[in-house]
Protein backbone atom coordinates (compact mmCIF):
# COMPACT_ATOMS: atom_id res chain seq x y z
CA UNK A 1 0.00 0.00 0.00
CA UNK A 2 1.13 3.33 -0.49
CA UNK A 3 0.09 6.58 0.79
CA UNK A 4 1.33 10.03 -0.59
CA UNK A 5 1.06 13.41 0.20
CA UNK A 6 1.80 16.82 -0.69
CA UNK A 7 3.73 18.59 2.34
CA UNK A 8 2.05 21.83 2.65
CA UNK A 9 3.03 24.67 5.33
CA UNK A 10 0.76 26.25 8.23
CA UNK A 11 2.29 29.12 7.93
CA UNK A 12 3.16 29.19 10.94
CA UNK A 13 6.38 28.05 11.32
CA UNK A 14 8.32 31.20 12.71
CA UNK A 15 6.43 30.48 16.30
CA UNK A 16 7.72 27.49 16.15
CA UNK A 17 11.00 28.06 15.25
CA UNK A 18 11.21 30.86 18.00
CA UNK A 19 10.38 28.08 20.93
CA UNK A 20 13.00 25.67 19.23
CA UNK A 21 15.35 28.58 18.89
CA UNK A 22 14.90 29.74 22.54
CA UNK A 23 15.06 26.17 24.09
CA UNK A 24 18.02 25.40 21.42
CA UNK A 25 15.57 22.70 20.04
CA UNK A 26 15.65 20.84 16.61
CA UNK A 27 13.45 22.60 14.19
CA UNK A 28 13.19 20.05 11.35
CA UNK A 29 9.06 19.80 11.82
CA UNK A 30 9.07 17.18 8.72
CA UNK A 31 10.79 14.46 11.57
CA UNK A 32 10.94 16.16 15.30
CA UNK A 33 12.00 14.41 18.33
CA UNK A 34 11.55 16.78 21.66
CA UNK A 35 10.88 13.32 23.64
CA UNK A 36 14.42 13.94 25.53
CA UNK A 37 13.84 17.28 25.93
CA UNK A 38 12.71 18.53 29.14
CA UNK A 39 9.21 20.93 27.87
CA UNK A 40 6.09 21.16 29.82
CA UNK A 41 4.20 23.15 26.68
CA UNK A 42 4.64 23.55 23.32
CA UNK A 43 4.08 26.44 20.97
CA UNK A 44 -0.16 27.13 21.14
CA UNK A 45 -0.01 27.77 17.42
CA UNK A 46 -0.88 25.69 14.75
CA UNK A 47 1.80 23.13 13.34
CA UNK A 48 4.66 24.45 11.06
CA UNK A 49 3.09 21.17 8.42
CA UNK A 50 0.24 19.62 7.20
CA UNK A 51 2.13 16.38 6.78
CA UNK A 52 5.09 14.94 9.19
CA UNK A 53 7.31 11.79 8.21
CA UNK A 54 8.06 11.55 12.46
CA UNK A 55 6.87 13.35 15.32
CA UNK A 56 7.91 12.44 18.81
CA UNK A 57 6.16 14.17 21.68
CA UNK A 58 6.09 12.01 24.39
CA UNK A 59 6.64 12.60 27.76
CA UNK A 60 5.63 16.23 27.83
CA UNK A 61 2.59 16.03 30.48
CA UNK A 62 0.83 17.53 27.14
CA UNK A 63 -3.18 17.64 27.84
CA UNK A 64 -3.64 18.03 24.74
CA UNK A 65 -3.03 18.37 20.90
CA UNK A 66 -5.35 20.94 19.29
CA UNK A 67 -2.25 22.48 18.05
CA UNK A 68 -1.71 19.03 15.85
CA UNK A 69 -5.03 19.90 13.94
CA UNK A 70 -3.79 20.94 10.62
CA UNK A 71 -1.93 17.43 10.56
CA UNK A 72 -3.61 15.35 8.11
CA UNK A 73 -0.81 12.52 7.73
CA UNK A 74 2.74 10.91 8.92
CA UNK A 75 4.72 8.52 7.35
CA UNK A 76 6.14 6.57 10.53
CA UNK A 77 5.49 7.60 14.19
CA UNK A 78 3.33 10.04 15.41
CA UNK A 79 4.26 9.59 19.47
CA UNK A 80 2.14 11.22 21.77
CA UNK A 81 2.28 8.61 24.56
CA UNK A 82 3.01 9.43 28.44
CA UNK A 83 1.51 12.34 28.78
CA UNK A 84 -1.50 13.59 30.28
CA UNK A 85 -3.79 13.90 26.90
CA UNK A 86 -7.76 14.12 28.04
CA UNK A 87 -8.58 14.53 24.51
CA UNK A 88 -6.96 14.06 21.02
CA UNK A 89 -9.79 16.49 19.74
CA UNK A 90 -6.94 17.79 17.29
CA UNK A 91 -5.99 14.80 15.86
CA UNK A 92 -9.36 14.97 13.77
CA UNK A 93 -8.05 15.90 10.63
CA UNK A 94 -5.76 12.72 10.24
CA UNK A 95 -6.74 10.17 7.62
CA UNK A 96 -3.60 8.03 7.41
CA UNK A 97 0.05 7.41 9.08
CA UNK A 98 1.96 4.47 10.27
CA UNK A 99 2.92 3.91 14.08
CA UNK A 100 0.19 6.22 16.15
CA UNK A 101 1.35 5.82 19.91
CA UNK A 102 -1.09 7.06 22.40
CA UNK A 103 -0.48 5.16 25.63
CA UNK A 104 0.11 6.00 28.82
CA UNK A 105 -2.41 9.14 28.76
CA UNK A 106 -5.79 10.12 30.48
CA UNK A 107 -8.04 9.59 27.35
CA UNK A 108 -11.37 7.99 27.93
CA UNK A 109 -12.34 7.75 24.10
CA UNK A 110 -10.70 8.44 20.85
CA UNK A 111 -13.34 10.66 19.01
CA UNK A 112 -10.25 12.67 17.97
CA UNK A 113 -9.69 9.69 15.59
CA UNK A 114 -12.93 9.07 13.58
CA UNK A 115 -11.52 10.60 9.90
CA UNK A 116 -8.29 7.81 10.13
CA UNK A 117 -8.90 5.38 8.09
CA UNK A 118 -5.52 3.28 7.93
CA UNK A 119 -2.41 3.02 9.96
CA UNK A 120 -0.04 1.00 8.00
CA UNK A 121 2.23 0.07 11.05
CA UNK A 122 0.09 0.22 14.99
CA UNK A 123 -2.32 1.07 17.24
CA UNK A 124 -1.17 2.09 20.94
CA UNK A 125 -4.02 2.86 23.11
CA UNK A 126 -3.03 0.74 26.26
CA UNK A 127 -2.71 2.31 29.48
CA UNK A 128 -5.74 4.84 29.13
CA UNK A 129 -9.06 4.77 30.93
CA UNK A 130 -10.57 4.09 27.39
CA UNK A 131 -14.76 3.92 28.04
CA UNK A 132 -15.99 4.94 24.11
CA UNK A 133 -13.55 3.87 21.11
CA UNK A 134 -16.33 5.24 18.46
CA UNK A 135 -13.68 7.23 16.67
CA UNK A 136 -12.19 3.76 16.00
CA UNK A 137 -14.97 2.83 13.73
CA UNK A 138 -13.50 3.66 10.52
CA UNK A 139 -9.86 2.41 11.26
CA UNK A 140 -8.04 -0.58 9.23
CA UNK A 141 -4.04 -0.82 11.09
CA UNK A 142 -1.71 -3.57 8.81
CA UNK A 143 0.19 -4.42 12.28
CA UNK A 144 -1.30 -4.91 15.50
CA UNK A 145 -3.46 -3.00 18.10
CA UNK A 146 -3.21 -2.67 21.60
CA UNK A 147 -6.52 -1.71 23.72
CA UNK A 148 -6.67 -2.67 27.58
CA UNK A 149 -7.94 -6.22 27.91
CA UNK A 150 -10.12 -4.01 30.62
CA UNK A 151 -12.45 -2.34 28.21
CA UNK A 152 -15.50 -2.57 28.79
CA UNK A 153 -16.88 0.25 26.82
CA UNK A 154 -19.77 -0.18 24.16
CA UNK A 155 -18.50 -2.36 21.05
CA UNK A 156 -18.63 -1.03 17.54
CA UNK A 157 -20.67 -2.29 15.20
CA UNK A 158 -20.12 -5.67 13.66
CA UNK A 159 -20.43 -4.48 10.39
CA UNK A 160 -17.85 -1.00 10.91
CA UNK A 161 -14.99 -1.05 8.38
CA UNK A 162 -12.48 -1.73 11.94
CA UNK A 163 -14.53 -5.36 12.93
CA UNK A 164 -14.95 -6.46 9.58
CA UNK A 165 -11.27 -5.30 8.36
CA UNK A 166 -9.01 -5.85 11.58
CA UNK A 167 -8.65 -9.87 11.44
CA UNK A 168 -7.78 -11.27 15.17
CA UNK A 169 -4.56 -11.73 14.52
CA UNK A 170 -3.52 -7.89 14.95
CA UNK A 171 -5.07 -8.15 18.54
CA UNK A 172 -1.97 -8.44 20.67
CA UNK A 173 -2.07 -11.05 23.07
CA UNK A 174 -2.51 -9.53 26.44
CA UNK A 175 -4.59 -7.03 25.36
CA UNK A 176 -8.32 -6.82 24.49
CA UNK A 177 -9.26 -9.04 21.89
CA UNK A 178 -10.83 -8.22 18.63
CA UNK A 179 -14.45 -10.24 20.20
CA UNK A 180 -14.29 -7.37 23.34
CA UNK A 181 -14.70 -4.73 20.64
CA UNK A 182 -16.79 -5.87 18.18
Not at 55 to 75: A, C, E, I, R
Request: one cysteine or more; charged letters at 10%; glycine letters at 6%.
Amino acid sequence: ISISYTKETTGTGTSWLAFADTKKLSNDWDSLDWSSQTLHAIPNTPYPNTYISNLYLNNKQLTNVDVLSVLTGFGLDLNLGNNNLTNIDGLSSLTSGANLYLNNNQLTNVDGLSSLTMLVGSLYLNNNQLTNISGLAKLLVLNSIRIDASFNGPKLAANSRFCTLNTTSKFEAGFAQKTQLC
